[in-house]
C-alpha cells in the first residue's frame, strides 16, 4: 500500500518560512520524480515545484527564488522548503510522487494546509 504523508504545513505571517515535509511508503522512492502542488480555494491544483530521480529541480514562475525542493532518498522523503511567503501562496500543498515510465504509479498525500496572513 503506497502511502504519501505531508507535514509542515500551518500558519504563518507574510515574508515567513515553513519547511513542508512528505514521506513515502510502499514506493521505491528513489526511482520516483517527486512533486509538490498546491490548490487554493476556487483555483485548480498547480504545480510547485517537481525533483527527478537525478535531482533535476523544477519550479513554477511563481516560486522561483523563494522556494526550494530537495529530497533524501534514504528517508524516502521530499522536502520544500518556502520562504518569503506572500498571501498569494495561501493553499493546500500536495506531494505527489509519480513514476516517470509507468503512468499509472501516481500517488497523491493527503494535503497540509499552509495559510500566510497579513
Known amino acids: ?3 504519501l504523508v505531508e507535514s509542515g504545513g500551518g500558519l ?3 515574508g515567513g518560512s515553513l519547511r513542508l515535509s512528505c514521506t513515502a511508503s510502499g514506493i521505491t522512492f528513489s526511482n520516483y520524480v517527486m512533486g509538490w ?3 487554493a480555494p476556487g483555483k485548480q491544483r498547480e504545480l510547485v515545484a517537481h ?3 537525478g ?3 523544477t519550479y513554477a514562475d511563481s516560486v522561483k527564488g523563494r522556494f526550494a525542493i530537495s529530497r533524501d532518498n534514504a ?3 521530499v522536502y ?3 520562504n518569503s511567503l506572500e498571501v498569494e501562496d495561501t493553499a493546500v500543498y500536495y506531494c ?3 513514476h516517470p515510465s509507468m503512468r499509472a504509479w501516481d500517488y497523491w498525500g493527503q494535503g497540509t494546509q499552509v495559510t500566510v496572513s497579513s
Open 1 to 3: 500500500q503506497v502511502q
Open 12 to 14: 504563518v505571517q507574510i
Open 37 to 39: 502542488y498546491r490548490q
Open 51 to 53: 525533483i527527478t530521480s
Open 55 to 57: 535531482g533535476t529541480k
Open 75 to 77: 528517508k524516502n522523503t
Open 80 to 82: 520544500l522548503q518556502t
Open 96 to 98: 505527489n510522487a509519480k
